[in-house]
């Protein structure tokens, strides 16, 4: 028998926290704006990975109805960005 | 059984983003950093939202959880597919070894309007 949320904590997650750390430093670096802001949305699809590894860790599934959240919000923040970019672009 | 079938799912997920995570620092350009990075972390956030929906028991859990990876597969190429868009318009800059650009001369750049290649026979017919 294993434990299945030590797997999570010493294995997943920091898998999960590596790849975050590789992604704040393109969004520091990025030569562009447009590199910012795929940066960005990435950070937030993870988030949402990470949210669902936590709620299986906590066993608390409340947790799931908060990733639902952020997702709709990574989505139209990205939408919002590109369009205002866009715009710019147009005049 | 199930204890496995989380493992080797999440273990595949995890790899998967961090595949993505490395292609986005790797890659010399915009368009390659989006195309590697978008399917490999949508990829990987679904299997690990496969991993919740089969850990907790409860059906409501798990059709959240199945809903929110079904909205992360519909929007993920929507926003791709726009922040692409912005960036050919803002003239990212391209790599270096980049072989050809498909969309060349076919942007109306006043009304950032797509032309058919039938409007293009034309005006090449006009001059």
Known sequence: M?????????????????????????????PEVVD?????????IIGVGVIAVFSMITEQSTFIDVGLIVALIGFLSTIAFSYYIEKKGKK | MIEWIIIIVSTIGAAA???????????????????????AATLGCGLLLICAAIYFPQISVTTKAIAIMFFLVLTAPVSA???????YFINAPMWKGSVRDDLEGKYDRERHRLKSSQEIQNEKKDI
């Open chain 1, 2 to 30: 294993i434990n299945l949320s030590a797997y999570f904590e010493y294995v997943i997650l920091p898998i999960l926290a590596i790849s975050l750390v590789l992604i704040f430093i393109r969004l520091y670096r990025g």
């Open chain 1, 36 to 44: 910012r802001v795929v940066a960005l949305d990435l950070l937030i």
């Open chain 2, 17 to 39: 983003i961090l595949i993505a995570s490395i292609g986005i620092i790797r890659m010399p350009d915009f368009y390659l950093r989006l195309s590697v990075t978008v399917k």
């Open chain 2, 81 to 87: 597919h726009m922040i692409g868009r912005a960036a």
